[in-house]
Nanobody, 119 residues
Framework: QVQLVESGGGLVQAGGSLRLSCAAS????????MGWFRQAPGKEREFVGS????????YYADSVKGRFTISRDNAKNTVYLQMNSLKPEDTAVYYC????????????WGQGTQVTVSS
């Protein structure tokens, strides 16, 4: 049973920082891509960024490029999303997800963690 558990969300003022964690368990993720997504109230879920366990190739959405950083800790099977210079428009539920590197479909999702940025 694959399990992804996010943590680290909370309330922060604009300009502040938060670090989200995604602990993965249940299988070997060496051939997987881990993604971060977010969904704000009344909006569709959007891609934030991703990292490959195998190649460490990282992608970011333009909206977060230069402010957010994705990293991983192989020993802990954990992926991180460091969010700096937060803006009110970053307010959303943030989700961690996993897909096989050979697929475009994120098959596994965490429960989400709320990030609220006050102005």
């Amino acid at each position: 049973q694959v399990q992804l558990v996010e943590s680290g969300g909370g309330l922060v003022q604009a300009g502040g920082s938060l670090r989200l964690s995604c602990a993965a368990s249940g299988r070997t993720f060496s051939t997987y891509v881990m993604g971060w997504f977010r969904q704000a109230p009344g909006k569709e879920r959007e891609f934030v960024g991703s990292i490959s366990w195998t190649t460490s190739i990282i992608y970011y959405a333009d909206s977060v490029k230069g402010r957010f950083t994705i990293s991983r800790d192989n020993a802990k099977n954990t992926v991180y999303l460091q969010m700096n210079s937060l803006k009110p428009e970053d307010t959303a539920v943030y989700y961690c997800a996993a897909r096989r590197s050979s697929s475009y479909d994120y098959a596994y999702w965490g429960q989400g963690t709320q990030v609220t940025v006050s102005s």
